[in-house]
């Protein structure tokens, strides 16, 4: 007679069990083991494959699983009204670009760089970077923005959407500059 197959806890949450219902339907483990990748860590649980598919046929398991399905899809559908909430509200955000003489941000943005050369190491491309860098995060309401959204859910996808509504108010209030606009939306992954 070969051993009873035994499943582990994880095994058993991937198969829709959860702590109360192993404590109330199950009960004691099967088998206690120590744990192959924590050696300081409790003994895994193990419980019979035979008694957990018998519990699993029961009225209050089937209910309990019912239960939890209705649970994680009504989290589900509050995690798409947040996140959708939070696109509408990154849409509807307007981005401010303070317009002054290009020749004055260029070297704002050389001083901020520390450079004290009007071409910097790599000539106009060089320049172009810092200079949008620069508006980017100093003559822009970007920063503010991104902290409205910050650690929300969709988050991710909201700071794509500012930082494409950041770069087009850039190109527009300095027109000179949208190739390097474009070029680092689409770098930083803003499409």
């Keep these: 007679m070969s051993p009873p197959t035994l499943l582990s806890v994880p095994a058993l949450r991937e198969r829709g069990w959860t702590p109360s219902l ?76 303070e317009a002054l003489p290009l020749p004055v941000v260029r070297r704002r943005a050389l001083t901020a760089l520390g450079s004290r050369t009007e071409e910097g190491p790599s000539g106009s491309g060089f320049l172009d970077r810092i200079t949008v860098d620069y508006i980017h995060h100093a003559l822009t309401t970007y920063d503010r923005q991104l902290e409205e959204v910050a650690r929300r859910v969709g988050a991710q996808e909201a700071v794509r959407t500012i930082r494409r509504m950041v770069y087009a108010a850039i190109a527009a209030a300095y027109p000179r500059l949208a190739a390097e606009c474009d070029r680092q939306r689409v770098r930083r992954g803003g499409g």
């Design 22 to 97: 192993l404590l109330r339907l199950l009960g004691e483990p099967d088998d206690l083991r120590g744990n192959p990748y924590y050696k300081n860590s409790a003994p895994m649980r193990l419980y019979a494959a035979d008694r957990v598919e018998a519990a699993e046929q029961t009225p209050a398991f089937l209910a309990a699983r019912k239960q939890a399905a209705r649970r994680a899809d009504y989290a589900k559908k509050g995690v798409e009204t947040k996140r959708a909430a939070l696109m509408r509200q990154a849409a509807e955000m307007t981005v401010d670009v």
